[in-house]
């Protein structure tokens, strides 16, 4: 029997517009001082997929900004209250923080 594992997870992108690496991104409307939650392309570990997340506020980069990092288990779909947003409505400076991750998990 083959493990559920053993397939790659989904991990179509929500929008045609988002960098690689990036399969969705939510935005709740400021209900939470962490607004924007990314989520990245999911690696296997320990025979489970994990789904990388990056929470930020709209300056991540500030000393009162929101830029965390969290993991699933499982892919985080929008929760209620969120839209699923473009990579062009994603605040610059948060789009500047993704892509200095990615950058990273690509070297």
Known sequence: ????????????????????????????????????????????SDDAWHYPTKNMSADPFHPLGVGMYGEYSFRPT????????????LPALCQKAVLEDLEVTDA
């Open 78 to 89: 929008r929760m209620k209250g969120e839209r699923v947003i473009d990579w062009s409505e």
């Open 1 to 44: 029997m083959r493990s559920p594992c053993s397939e790659r997870p989904p991990c179509r992108k929500s929008r045609p517009g988002y960098p690689d690496g990036v399969i969705a991104i939510y935005d709740n409307k400021g209900a939470t001082c962490d607004r924007y939650t990314v989520v990245y392309t999911p690696f296997r």
